[in-house]
């Protein structure tokens, strides 16, 4: 990996030079963005498909390298009171979904662009009537799931010309195939 330096010469009250060893982070490090700094958190929507009335619809696949991500998780469990009993009886069902949310900015490569094709790829996908495919290294650790995005956002931000934030709300999905057997008498 490689080291980096900052200089925060104008930017601080004590005009310090910092190095960045790169190397102390390797295990947790994805890959470089383009501004040269450490990914330690990323999610790709892969390209996909769905039909609509009649006809198909695909799209293509997103890289988001700017995102930090938040994931929660519930259980079922069913209480019940008795009566002359202090609290209540837990009963353990399931594990919930998992709840995620990620926030982050898509970025242009030029200063002076507005990501807009980005934007119009990153749409295409939130507004997909399907469970998403997706990869992150984070998000692998909880196991194998797809996404279902239950709402998003894109707020605008004063000051930033190259970049659009984002913000996406989503629920864990295994989805579960259904053979149907012809043959079976009803």
């Known amino acids: 990996m490689a080291n980096f330096f900052f200089n925060s010469k104008g930017l601080t009250s004590d005009d310090q030079e910092y190095t960045f060893d790169t190397d102390d982070l390797s295990d947790d490090i994805i890959k470089i963005s383009a501004l040269g700094t450490p990914i330690v958190s990323n999610v790709s929507f892969k390209a996909g498909s769905y039909t609509a009335g009649n006809q198909s619809v695909s799209f293509d696949g997103i890289d988001l390298d700017s995102v ?9 469990v069913v209480t019940t009171e008795v009566q002359g009993r202090s609290g209540t009886i837990k009963e353990y069902i399931s594990k919930g979904d998992y709840v995620i949310s990620i926030n982050g900015f ?3 490569d030029d200063n002076d ?10 749409n295409e996908i939130l507004n997909a009537p399907i469970s998403l495919d997706f990869t ?3 998000l692998d650790k909880f196991g194998s799931f797809d ?16 970049r659009q934030a984002f913000s996406i709300n989503a629920l864990s999905d295994n989805p579960i195939e259904l053979q149907i057997n012809a043959e079976a008498n009803l």
């Open 106 to 108: 898509l970025v242009s």
């Open 68 to 76: 930090l991500i938040n994931i929660n998780q519930s259980k079922n």
């Open 136 to 138: 992150s290294e984070f």
């Open 147 to 162: 996404l279902v995005i239950t709402d998003f956002s894109f707020p605008q931000e004063a000051g930033f010309r190259n």
């Open 113 to 122: 662009s507005y990501p807009a094709e980005q934007l119009r790829t990153l």
